[in-house]
């Protein structure tokens, strides 16, 4: 999740256009403009492990890309980070923030150890030959929200026909959720009116430029509303359960180092039961993570607690209420697959049993 977020360029391997099949190159190009665009605001990497006193063996150092820059949407990392549950699995980790259009190819480069990417870019990765492999999953429900004000009266997705909608462009995960919110509804971009704004879904759409913008649940719709504006909200994932985000490994770490796989996930997911405990100590351990929020003033905080706070909901479903805090759900992964290849993004047979495993998220 963003999310704030910036999901997911190459998705543009087999969107609008751009016929993949079974070459890799456009994933190399992708990213190279990813990678170009987001020099500007530089990879910024911050490491705060917290080896306990006295340890008698030397941590082993791994990097986790991030897939935005130091936000409060990351506290489970940094809890599991602050309260030493890395070091206790033997790991130093390292959190490098980029935008997520990087991460998949990092992964397979074997630059990062892991990373979070959301389940369509793991199988459209895969469909190009990627080893990449999702071991946990971070948000049970895909983020990605339609947003209104109120007084558009846009609540439905049968009030979006003829619509301006607003998205950063065709690509990511804010295009694959419109995408899939239209596909079930029997709907097609050509009944709305969608524009490439950019990442200014929430200034576009207060000042009046679109009627609607496609963001995050965690994001613009909270911002719109502590500024007093009355927002109407439609959910993807109430429409459609596409797999969301989730932490992604190369499938040879999965084969042959399954000890450091399994660590990790066990600490993070310790993390994240942490914070869903105490999210009031989460959001001060997170303090030294985010120094920018440490300085803001208290109505920022405040928000940010609200992001936080609706962060959480989506780590959590009926599904990882009965199978634990983690569990991959395969039936959203095949209608992640039918979707995208109904849709003809997916060009090539993924087998989902490659793409994911659930076998790490057992104590």
């Given at each position: 999740?963003?999310?704030?977020?910036?999901?997911?360029?190459l998705l543009m391997l087999t969107a609008c256009g751009a016929d993949t099949g079974g070459t890799t190159t456009p994933v190399a190009t992708a990213v190279t403009a990813a990678s170009s665009a987001s020099s500007a605001t530089?990879?910024?990497?911050?490491?705060?492990?917290?080896?306990?006193?006295?340890?008698?063996?030397?941590?082993?150092a791994i990097t986790m890309a991030m897939p935005y820059t130091p936000n409060i949407q990351f506290a489970h990392f940094y809890v599991a980070d602050k309260k030493g549950y890395y070091a206790r699995q033997g790991l130093k980790v390292s959190f490098d923030y980029n935008y997520e259009t990087d991460v998949v190819q990092r992964i397979v480069q074997g630059s990062v150890q892991f990373g979070l990417s959301s389940g369509d870019s793991v199988l459209l990765a895969r469909a190009q030959g990627l080893p990449v492999v999702?071991?946990?999953?971070?948000?049970?429900?895909?983020?990605?929200?339609?947003?209104?004000?109120?007084?558009?009266?846009?609540?439905?997705?049968?009030?979006?026909?003829?619509?301006?909608?607003?998205i950063p462009g065709h690509f990511g995960a804010s295009y694959i959720g419109l995408l899939a919110l239209l596909y079930a509804n029997h709907l097609s971009e050509s009944d709305l009116n969608v524009q490439d704004i950019g990442f200014t879904q929430l200034a576009a759409v207060s000042q009046g430029k679109v009627q609607v913008g496609v963001g995050y649940?965690?994001?613009?719709?909270?911002?719109?509303?502590?500024?007093?504006?009355?927002?109407?909200?439609?959910?993807?994932?109430?429409?459609?359960?596409?797999?969301?985000?989730?932490?992604?490994?190369?499938?040879?770490?999965?084969?042959?180092?399954?000890?450091?796989?399994?660590?990790?996930?066990?600490?993070?997911?310790?993390?994240?039961?942490?914070?869903?405990?105490?999210?009031?100590?989460?959001?001060s351990i997170s303090l030294d993570y985010v120094p920018e929020l440490r300085k803001a003033?208290?109505?920022?905080?405040?928000?940010?607690?609200?992001?936080?706070?609706?962060?959480?909901?989506?780590?959590?479903?009926?599904?990882?209420?009965?199978?634990?805090?983690?569990?991959?759900?395969?039936?959203?992964?095949?209608?992640?697959?039918?979707?995208?290849?109904?849709s003809k993004l997916l060009k090539h047979d993924v087998d989902l049993s490659q793409a994911f495993t659930n076998q790490f998220i057992k104590p």
């Open positions: 999740m963003r999310r704030v977020l910036l999901l997911l360029a530089s990879a910024s990497m911050l490491s705060a492990s917290s080896e306990p006193a006295g340890s008698p063996q030397a941590l082993r999702t071991v946990a999953t971070n948000s049970q429900k895909f983020p990605v929200v339609l947003f209104s004000k109120a007084d558009q009266n846009i609540k439905t997705p049968a009030d979006l026909r003829g619509k301006s909608v607003g649940a965690n994001n613009e719709p909270l911002v719109l509303s502590q500024q007093g504006v009355n927002v109407n909200v439609m959910r993807v994932s109430d429409y459609y359960p596409l797999a969301s985000d989730g932490l992604i490994t190369n499938a040879s770490m999965v084969s042959s180092d399954q000890a450091m796989v399994h660590g990790f996930v066990q600490a993070t997911l310790q993390g994240m039961r942490d914070v869903l405990a105490n999210p009031e100590e989460a959001f003033d208290q109505s920022t905080q405040a928000l940010q607690k609200r992001v936080l706070q609706e962060t959480m909901t989506y780590w959590q479903s009926d599904v990882s209420a009965s199978q634990g805090l983690g569990y991959i759900d395969q039936h959203q992964w095949q209608a992640t697959e039918k979707f995208l290849t109904d």
